[in-house]
């Protein structure tokens, strides 16, 4: 037999090794192991305890990035002190761009959708490492703090091109983008523009974009009009969880974040410290991420065996404290797991049951290990040429007055001063005097003569921001350009 596939291995904190130590107890009935091995790593509140911010061991990080795939329990982040969010850590570090989360009706989990006889079934593809979690975050002035939302065009294309391609295999004939692009025209915008532009490569599949507010109202008044959804990192984050509410909550919801080199499965729900070691833990989330899993490993069977196994024992109305008929005793994590073994081979009646006439053995390939960090492009030839700043300086003059100052300031150099915001509305040269105002404005310098554009650089507005900086506390600088002939630059409310 070839050699087995090595999978990192981490059952997390709480309630995690309760239920990771089920999920593995069905895959080897169904004869998982027969393929891989399970290779325990360190990580989690353990590794925190012992002083180590990461919350993960060298020999946990080396293990994982020569398995490329991890499979994990919930983690605690402890909460103060320097300890980061692992799964954060972890999904940013590998480079997991697409977190992929499946929403589906189960049998035996009632909802009032279910009640209804409302399918929901749909995917929430959300990006997972760009957005406001780059964590760029500052104090400005004294009342003022910032967060950088940065998205990246190769960012956008790479989860775009990962909800396209899924879609292909599941057969999903129409995929949904999910922004705000009328809002952050330039951020969410280019979000959308990457959607239509990867999507074009998919011809067999209908796009639609949909702006985040009237999504969430559709998904809870017609779920069952989505069939996918990709999302910029926030509100993927905040529409999984509202996805999972319309099927019964987190502990149903599997979750798996995929990179190009390292993949990570995970159970979405938390540690649950308040039933932890007590045994009576639902696996189903872990359970269902692992198949997702198996399913990334190549191993459709096993997939298919273990699925119909826990559909048929769902619809046997087996169920443990947290969901269920309540008139039926709940059985513990154990007994779960063993009613699920019992109906492996068996197959669901009150839904299709999955083919189980597919690959076992693992089909995953690796790339090579990158000898240093990938930089990604996308608008290599695009040609940009200065025409002005943007400069942030902390003050609480009124709008009139910085005015006067700045264009003194600005009087013999190449700029004039076009406008003064405040968080984001224009109060100078027009604006209204009920917009009330922080300490903090921005105030934009343009080019007097736009045709020096091409000659200009980027040393005449430093060389400002030098004598701006004489008089003003400068809290951040930003060089105006035109890429291709357009602006890289929004206007303000109101300009
Ligand atoms: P939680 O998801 O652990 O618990 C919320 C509620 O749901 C609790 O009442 C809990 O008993 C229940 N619950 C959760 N999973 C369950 C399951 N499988 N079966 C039955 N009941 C279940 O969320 P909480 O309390 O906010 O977070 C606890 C810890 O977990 C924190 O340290 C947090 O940072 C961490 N966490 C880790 C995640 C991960 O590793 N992916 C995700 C979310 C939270």
């Known amino acids: 037999m070839a050699d087995k596939l090595r999978i990192a291995l981490a059952p997390g904190d709480g309630i995690g090794p309760e239920i990771m130590d089920g999920a593995l107890r069905i895959m080897e009935a169904a004869g998982v192991q027969q393929h891989v091995d399970f290779t325990p790593v360190e990580m989690g509140e353990r590794v925190f305890a012992k002083g180590d911010s990461r919350g993960m061991t060298d020999d946990a990080i080396r293990t994982i990035e ?4 991890l ?29 992929i989360r499946h929403f589906q009706a189960l049998p035996g989990v009632e909802t009032v959708y279910s009640k209804a006889g409302v399918p929901v079934d749909f995917y929430v593809i959300r990006e997972n490492i760009e957005d406001t979690y780059g964590g760029i975050e500052h104090r400005l002035t004294n009342d003022v703090v910032e967060c950088k939302r940065l998205i990246s065009a190769p960012g956008c294309e790479q989860v775009h091109r990962a909800a396209f391609e899924l879609a292909k295999r599941l057969g999903i004939q129409q995929v949904h983008c999910g922004h705000k692009a009328n809002i952050m025209k330039m951020t969410d915008g280019l979000f959308l523009d990457r959607f239509h532009a990867i999507g074009g490569d998919y011809p067999g599949i209908e796009r639609a974009d949909v702006i985040i507010d009237a999504l969430c109202m559709n998904l ?16 993927g984050d905040i529409v999984s969880d509202l996805a999972a509410g319309l099927v019964g909550g987190l502990g149903f919801a599997p979750s798996a974040n995929i990179g190009h080199h390292i993949s990570i499965f995970e159970a979405v729900h938390g540690t649950a410290p308040d039933i932890a070691g007590k045994g009576i833990a639902n696996p189903t989330s872990l359970i269902l991420s692992g198949l997702m899993m198996l399913r990334h490993l190549g191993m459709l069977k096993q997939a298919a065996i273990i699925e119909n196994a826990l559909y048929a024992a769902l619809e046997s109305g087996v169920h443990t404290g947290d969901f269920g008929d309540a008139s039926t005793p709940p059985v513990n994590t154990a007994g779960f797991v063993d009613a699920i073994i019992a109906k492996l081979g068996s197959s669901p009646t009150t839904r299709e049951p999955t083919t189980t006439d597919a690959p076992d053995t693992p089909t995953l390939t690796r790339p090579e290990r990158p000898r240093h960090n990938t930089l990604m492009r996308t608008f290599e030839k695009a040609t940009s040429v200065h025409v002005g700043c943007d400069i942030y300086v902390d003050s609480v003059l009124p709008a009139p007055e910085l005015a006067e100052r700045l264009q003194a300031i600005c009087e013999h150099t190449p700029f004039k001063l076009t406008l003064l915001s405040n ?10 005097v009920y917009t009330e105002c922080v300490d903090y404005y921005r105030a934009r310098f343009e080019l007097r003569d736009m045709s020096q554009s091409p000659s200009l650089g980027q040393g005449p507005t430093v060389q400002l ?27 303000a409310q109101g300009q």
């Not at 499979?71 to 977190?99: C, D, E, Q």
């Not at 968080?423 to 209204?432: D, E, I």
């Not at 921001?465 to 206007?491: C, H, I, M, W």
């Open 66 to 69: 020569d398995c490329g795939v």
């Open 465 to 491: 921001l030098n004598k701006v900086a004489e008089k003003f506390g400068v809290t951040d600088f930003q060089p105006l350009r035109y890429f291709d002939g357009k602006p890289g630059y929004s206007l």
């Open 220 to 235: 809870v008044i017609r779920p069952q009009n989505y069939k996918m959804v990709v999302l910029p990192n926030l509100q």
């Open 71 to 99: 499979f994990k329990g919930p983690m605690g982040t402890p909460i103060g002190g320097g300890g980061k969010s692992i799964n954060v850590s972890l999904r940013k570090m590998y480079g997991a761009f697409a977190n």
């Open 423 to 432: 968080r984001g509305t224009q109060v100078w040269p027009t604006g209204s």
